[in-house]
């Protein structure tokens, strides 16, 4: 079965940077794209990008530009997301989700990012 | 850019029809899914590409769209339906998320 299994929860100080993993299993990894999708408390979901594992295309939401990186590591079937110059309001819940031309049908379980 | 909007909430009595709309301009030429969103947990796809189910999710769950705006219909709504909902579809190389609807059963 697909799963999507994220790193653990993080505490960064403001102006650090954070990397969260996601490591895919049960299918194969390069026919999709993983998306990061980002959720403040109380609030609605936010796209940040996506990559494509195959090619290493990414692409980023205008908001994160030039803060957010995504890399990955076809050996292991990973795709990590780096969030720099970290600000308080960057406290969120990061998923990733397997994108098949925008479906995102499986998501992982979340990994919490405070900024404090 | 793109924008879909969403109502905050939608109130429905139980066993009734529940409605949840998503407005954006041209969104007839788009394909739109429907996120349903635990509190806490990951959202989990029920409609996508407008009008399909995955499997595992109920007929009572269904997508529709007509001129600008999509719904997402559940149909004998149950407690176990209040949960955040939300559209999204691909516009200009980005995925576009509505703002969320919550779904309240009386």
């Known amino acids: 079965q697909v799963q999507l299994v994220q790193s653990g929860a993080e505490v960064k100080k403001p102006g650090a940077s954070v990397k969260v993993s996601c490591k895919a299993s049960?299918?194969?990894?390069?026919?999709?794209?993983i998306n990061w999708v980002r959720q403040a408390t109380g609030q609605g979901l936010e796209w940040m990008g996506l990559?494509?594992?195959?090619?290493?295309?990414?692409a980023y939401a205008q908001t994160f530009q030039g803060r957010v990186t995504f890399t990955g590591d076809t050996s292991i079937n990973a795709i990590y997301m780096e969030l720099s110059r970290l600000r308080t309001d960057d406290t969120a819940v990061y998923f990733c989700?397997?994108?098949?031309?925008?479906?995102?049908?499986?998501w992982g379980q979340g990994s919490l990012v405070t900024v404090s | 850019s793109y924008e879909l909007s969403q109502p905050l909430s939608v109130s429905v009595a139980l066993g009734q029809t529940a409605r949840i709309t998503c407005e954006g301009d041209n969104i007839g030429r788009k394909d739109v899914q429907w996120y349903q969103q635990q509190p806490g947990h990951a959202p989990v796809l029920v409609i996508y590409?407008?009008?399909k189910r995955p499997s595992g999710i109920p007929e009572r769950l269904s997508g529709s769209k007509s001129g600008n705006t999509a719904t997402l219909t559940i149909s004998g709504a149950q407690a176990g339906d209040e949960f955040d909902y939300y559209c999204?579809?691909?516009?200009?190389?980005?995925?576009?998320f509505g703002g969320g609807t919550k779904l309240i059963v009386l």
């Open positions: 989700a397997r994108g098949d031309r925008s479906v995102l049908q499986y």
């Open positions: 049960g299918y194969i990894f390069s026919s999709y794209d």
């Open positions: 999204q579809v691909w516009d200009t190389n980005s995925v576009v």
């Open positions: 990559m494509n594992p195959s090619s290493g295309y990414t």
């Open positions: 590409r407008n009008v």
